[in-house]
């Protein structure tokens, strides 16, 4: 069995680069005031654990994480938080768009609609928004999701 590494600075660094420095900081700050602990328990052990481990590309981890959250539903801040991430780490509008289109067969069309507009809305917010990312006129995949 090949044991379980944890690397808090690598969390912490890959956070900052999939969210920004601005949003980890006032995310953190906030949560941390009214869940001490709570924030950097979340980033050791998800960014500097799960996201570490071998096995899938950053692209494909979002791909999992754009598909789980919107076939769970009610968790829209978290989705809308993944969608910026994925245009962050270069996935296209498009390529976001096909995963939720894909999910209607196995989460149900109501979730994969919920999902399409959580990132309509991501898109629209245009490119400022979510780092160097895409906007809605991207949707269509010509143009890139502005990787980092």
Same mark, same amino acid.
Do not use: C
């Given at each position: 069995?090949?044991?379980?590494?944890?690397?808090? &600075?690598?969390?912490?660094?890959? $956070?900052?680069?999939?969210? !920004?420095?601005? *949003?980890?900081?006032?995310?953190? *700050?906030? $949560?941390?005031?009214?869940?001490?602990?709570?924030?950097?328990?979340?980033?050791?052990?998800?960014?500097?654990?799960?996201?570490?481990?071998? !096995?899938?590309?950053?692209?494909?981890?979002?791909?999992?994480?754009?598909? +789980?959250? *919107?076939?769970?539903?009610?968790?829209?801040?978290?989705? &809308?938080?993944?969608?910026?991430?994925?245009?962050?780490?270069?996935?296209?509008?498009?390529?976001?768009?096909?995963?939720?289109?894909?999910?209607?067969?196995?989460?149900?069309?109501?979730?994969? $609609?919920?999902?399409?507009?959580?990132?309509?809305?991501?898109?629209? &917010?245009?490119?400022?928004?979510?780092?160097?990312?895409?906007?809605?006129?991207?949707?269509?995949? *010509? +143009?890139?999701?502005? +990787?980092?």
């Amino acid at each position: 069995m090949t044991p379980s590494t944890i690397d808090r &600075d690598a969390g912490y660094r890959l $956070l900052a680069e999939m969210a !920004g420095p601005s *949003t980890v900081e006032s995310t953190l *700050t906030g $949560l941390d005031s009214l869940a001490p602990g709570f924030p950097d328990w979340i980033v050791t052990a998800l960014f500097g654990g799960t996201y570490q481990r071998e !096995g899938l590309a950053l692209r494909d981890r979002q791909i999992a994480n754009l598909a +789980a959250l *919107t076939a769970i539903g009610g968790v829209e801040p978290q989705l &809308d938080d993944h969608v910026r991430n994925s245009l962050r780490i270069g996935m296209s509008p498009r390529e976001i768009v096909e995963v939720m289109v894909h999910l209607a067969p196995y989460a149900g069309v109501p979730r994969a $609609l919920a999902g399409l507009r959580v990132a309509a809305g991501v898109f629209a &917010d245009g490119p400022g928004s979510a780092g160097s990312a895409g906007s809605a006129d991207d949707a269509d995949g *010509t +143009a890139p999701g502005g +990787a980092r």
